[in-house]
């Protein structure tokens, strides 16, 4: 029996059509997000988003969650309106850090808990990409100019970096490697930037799995009752703990694979900008 769902973001309930399910869901999936918090079911969202990128859909579902933020470093009980728990990057080793990949000349944003954080040599060579994932965000990054502002930054959660081929992924896998001891990293995309794929490097341990351990404990929830659903490879690691999952056509193929090997429990709903989640609930008698 489902008792909680933990729902990725983009990709899942957010799409790339703009004014209908971007960068809020549509307004049939907010509906129906409303109507199974009055049900009782839990309901998390899980995202690689910084909390300030999505906590207008809690707020108008009134989803009481925890919800995980930043890939896990953050997470946020909304009837408390507090982050109830925390981990945050030390300034010393991502600045060390933020040097190295800065050399490769990719587009790179710096997560605090409030505010994202951009050189201006980036919002310079990337315009179209700044310009679309601040609205992905739905707020603009502070400019730096230099590493030494980093100093003066709290609450570091994660940086993320943006690569557009096989080519330059490998040379950043191969810049990151020195920093194993210290990191962990996943990719990820969005709906909206299609041809593009985002690292998302967070303090070592930090991960949505993790952060759902923490969640299944404060809830008191079982993980045979709880439905997962996520949009890309990176995902699975959180879903797989989860006895009910679910993705959506836009997903990998790899994704959809994993999910569908669970046949009794599993289903693939349409693709996010068609309200595939929607077909996902109606699956699971929700």
């Not at 907010?30 to 300030?52: P, T, V, W, Y």
């Not at 080519?167 to 920093?179: H, P, S």
């Not at 593009?196 to 759902?212: C, D, M, P, Q, T």
């Not at 997903?251 to 068609?274: H, R, T, Y």
């Amino acid at each position: 029996m489902i008792k909680a769902l933990i729902l990725d973001i983009d990709g899942v309930i957010v799409g790339s059509r703009s004014g209908y399910n971007l960068p809020l869901p549509s307004p049939q999936v907010m509906n129906k997000l409303k109507q199974l918090e009055k049900k009782g079911f839990k309901i998390c969202l899980c995202s690689a988003k910084a909390l300030f990128g999505f906590k207008k859909i809690i707020q108008q579902g009134k989803l009481s969650g925890p919800h995980i933020a930043d890939s896990g470093a953050l997470i946020f009980d909304y009837k408390k309106d507090k982050i109830i728990k925390k981990t945050f990057f030390p300034k010393s080793g991502l600045i060390n850090l933020m040097e190295e990949v800065f050399q490769l000349g990719y587009y790179t944003e710096l997560y605090s808990q409030k505010n994202y954080y951009v050189f201006k040599k980036s919002k310079l060579d990337f315009p179209v990409f700044f310009k679309k994932h601040s609205k992905v965000l739905q707020k603009k990054p502070v400019i730096l100019q230099n590493f030494q502002e980093i100093k003066k930054i709290t609450g570091l959660t994660k940086l993320i970096v943006s690569v557009n081929d096989s080519n330059q992924k490998d040379n950043l896998i191969e810049k990151l490697e020195d920093f194993k001891k210290q990191i962990d990293f996943r990719w990820s995309s969005h709906p909206l930037i299609k041809g593009k794929e985002f690292a998302i490097i967070n303090k070592k341990g930090v991960s949505k799995k993790n952060a759902l351990n923490f969640i299944a404990g404060h809830l008191g929830v079982d993980f045979e009752n709880f439905l997962a659903a996520g949009d890309s490879l990176s995902d699975w690691e959180f879903m797989k703990q989860c006895d009910y999952r679910a993705t959506l056509e836009n997903a990998p193929e790899k994704l959809k694979k994993l999910v569908k090997k669970n046949q009794e429990k599993s289903f693939i709903g349409p693709d996010v900008d068609e309200d595939g989640i929607l077909r996902v609930f109606k699956y699971f008698q929700l």
